[in-house]
């Protein structure tokens, strides 16, 4: 055999340990992303039902929030405190959701299926009032969906 051969020989055993080399990547990403979008489905499933919790636990907390949607101005500026506090937390969780499935990184299904809920609080004359004197702590696209969500028709919302 002479080294011309054993170059040629060489060189395909190289290109094969490449395809090899990428095809074992590709597999890795795959799994990874995977792996990251179902950690992130947990996160944003775990923050959702911390915020349930808060309701489950507490009649008082649950009393405020039903009177603050009803009549925001009703409330003593501690109990406004508590509602805004409430709604942020809500809506920083649903802007993660947004960012997340925009991104690529999260479930689109996820955020879809979350925006009835942002969608009935916003229609309180409570809720609409918050939005209208928070949307400060939020990016401006998610500020945007926000807006499309609460103008658009009943049976066209997404």
């Given at each position: 055999m002479n080294w011309d051969a054993i170059g040629a020989i060489g060189e395909i055993v190289g290109a094969v340990a490449v395809i090899v080399t990428l095809v074992y990547l590709a597999i890795q990403i795959r799994q990874n992303t995977a792996q990251s979008r179902a950690s992130s489905h947990h996160a944003i499933s775990d923050s959702l039902n911390q915020i349930n919790l808060l309701f489950a636990q507490s009649t008082e907390i649950s009393a405020l929030f039903l009177t603050g949607l009803e009549d925001r101005t009703s409330l003593t500026d501690a109990q406004r405190w508590q509602l805004d506090s409430i709604m942020r937390a809500y809506f920083h969780v649903c802007?993660?959701?947004?960012?997340?499935?925009?991104?690529?990184?999260?479930?689109?299904?996820?955020?879809?299926?979350?925006e009835e809920?942002?969608?009935?609080?916003?229609?309180?004359?409570?809720?609409?009032?918050w939005w209208a004197q928070n949307t400060y702590g939020f990016s401006t696209d998610f500020r945007a969906y926000v807006d499309r969500l609460m103008k658009s028709p009943p049976l066209q919302r997404r």
């Open positions: 802007e993660t959701m947004y960012f997340q499935a925009e991104v690529g990184t999260g479930d689109q299904g996820i955020a879809t299926a979350e809920g942002m969608i009935t609080l916003l229609a309180t004359k409570g809720g609409c009032e």
